[in-house]
């Protein structure tokens, strides 16, 4: 049962284009998003989180949206570079106390960005 | 500061053999947490601690285990290697502030034949 799911395996855009990457969740609990990048032989990283009380947060190139009707978040990068080619993963988690911060990830999309 | 650190980078085992995978961490993080990421698959979280003496299992424990006898070190153990555990495993540490994020290392590569 997949409670988080990216169904975009890849992405390939062109360097100073926007790209946004999708992911859905079917678990209502889930009440924080996180984006993780990740580099070869390296482990996830920390990009961008949003609570589940706002539906965008912004740092700098990166803006996460979140839309909880439709149980969708997505990530926007503007403008892509190609150092940002990596593995991204969407990543949720419960509410309060019981949840213990562990997360639920989705399978990764892979992003590509062309000089 | 190091973070969370994994040894060793890469491992091959023969089916049976067993094998600890350390984690060690110097940012006074009580939370910790062993996830393996296969092929094409998100992390899937295997044990976790909430703090030294306390462990609980994940969504993937079988076939593993996990002691928390000081703050710093998480190691997982597998007994008895399979080739359902080919994987790359990950640790994590967080503080216990709300929502703070995992902080990871960057991985032991598990091959078990």
């Known amino acids: 049962d997949q409670q988080v799911k990216q169904n975009s395996p890849s992405l390939s855009v062109q360097e100073g284009r926007i790209s946004i990457l999708n992911c859905d969740y079917t678990n209502s609990m889930f009440d924080y998003f996180l984006w993780y990048k990740k580099y070869p032989a390296e482990g996830p990283t920390f990009l961008i989180s949003?609570?589940?009380?706002?539906d965008k947060n912004e740092d700098g190139r990166f803006t996460v949206f979140l839309n909880k009707s439709a149980k969708h978040l997505s990530l926007h990068i503007v403008p892509s570079q190609p150092g940002d080619s990596a593995v991204y993963f969407c990543?949720?988690?419960?509410?309060?106390?019981?949840?213990?911060?562990?997360?639920?990830f989705g399978q990764g999309t892979i992003l590509t960005v062309h000089p | 500061n190091a973070g969370v650190t994994q040894t060793p980078k890469f491992r091959i085992l023969k089916i049976g053999q067993s094998m600890t995978l350390q984690c060690t961490q110097d940012?006074?993080?009580?939370?910790m947490y062993w996830y393996r990421q296969d092929p094409g698959m998100g992390l899937k979280l295997i044990y976790y601690?909430?703090?030294?003496?306390?462990?609980d299992k994940g969504e993937v424990p079988n076939g593993y285990n996990v002691s928390r006898s000081t703050t710093e070190d998480f190691p997982l153990r597998l007994e008895l290697a399979a080739p359902s555990q080919t994987s790359v495993y990950f640790c994590?540490?967080?503080?216990?502030?709300?929502?703070?994020?995992?902080?990871f290392g960057n991985g032991t590569r598990l091959t078990v034949t």
């Open positions: 940012m006074n993080h009580n939370y």
């Open positions: 990543a949720a988690t419960g509410a309060g106390g019981t949840s213990y911060g562990k997360l639920t």
């Open positions: 949003i609570s589940s009380i706002k």
């Open positions: 994590a540490s967080r503080t216990g502030g709300h929502n703070s994020p995992l902080h």
């Open positions: 601690s909430v703090g030294a003496g306390i462990t």
